[in-house]
């Protein structure tokens, strides 16, 4: 199947630990994207790549940071895990501005 | 700044009926908009993109229209399903790098 996947689905952590989301795309897009939708359900984007470099970097805080390997991945490592993390983060993939996205990881910091 | 608007907030029909989901944004030069749909604890799928150049997309029982000297966008779903039920967003490309920003979404909930 063409798509958008990420792993995990669900995170479930304690405060102050290091945990990393993976994305791959097999649509052959060159940008992709990590958005988070807190609580209130509204999407913001956070970061995005294009052919393997930093494109966009929204003001994250630095424990943060994504890796793209290769065009077709864009991992999220997330340091010293806070309450105020817990949200749904998605990732999405775009060519031509036409946006493909997967279907989320929910991160619940305990 | 654009700023992605969308009226109602929730909204709540009969099954049969037709939908109208309403979005509005600030900077009229937009390069498309996008119709998405979230089920809950679910991703987005796309429903309906449209060109800046388009003023209307179907697919379906679902009907987009775009008026960009307005500022307006307007999702159409006939005859309506509990199915439907869902959270529609609506979003715009910000720049060249395609940042989308998006509206805070309509809830509907189709009532059998």
């Known amino acids: 199947d063409t798509a958008v996947s990420q792993t995990p689905k669900y995170l479930v952590t304690q405060m102050g630990n290091d945990k990393s989301i993976k994305c791959e795309q097999n649509?052959?897009?060159?940008?992709m994207y990590w958005y988070k939708q807190d609580s209130k359900k509204f999407l913001k984007i956070m970061f995005s790549?294009?052919?393997?470099?930093?494109?966009i970097n929204e003001t994250v805080p630095n424990r943060f940071s994504p890796k793209s390997p290769d065009k077709a991945h864009l991992n999220l490592h997330i340091n010293s895990l806070e309450l105020g993390d817990s949200a749904v983060y998605f990732c999405?993939?775009?060519?031509?501005?036409?946006?493909?996205f997967g279907s989320g990881t929910r991160l619940t910091v305990v | 700044k654009q700023e992605v608007t969308q009226i109602p907030a929730a909204l709540s029909v009969p099954e049969g009926e037709n939908l109208v989901l309403n979005c509005s944004f600030t900077?009229?030069?937009?390069?498309?908009l996008q119709w998405f749909r979230q089920d809950p604890g679910k991703g987005l799928t796309s429903l309906l993109l449209?060109?800046?150049?388009?003023r209307e997309q179907t697919s379906g029982r679902l009907n987009a229209s775009l008026d960009k000297s307005s500022g307006r966008s307007t999702l159409y779903i006939a005859a309506s399903q509990p199915g439907d039920s869902a959270t529609y967003l609506c979003?715009?490309?910000?720049?060249?790098?395609?940042?989308?920003?998006f509206g805070a979404g309509t809830q509907v909930v189709v009532t059998p």
């Open positions: 979003a715009v490309p910000t720049d060249s790098w395609g940042k989308l920003q």
């Open positions: 649509l052959g897009h060159d940008t």
């Open positions: 790549y294009n052919n393997k470099e930093l494109i």
């Open positions: 900077d009229s030069a937009i390069y498309n």
């Open positions: 449209i060109q800046s150049s388009q």
């Open positions: 999405a993939s775009s060519l031509a501005r036409v946006y493909t």
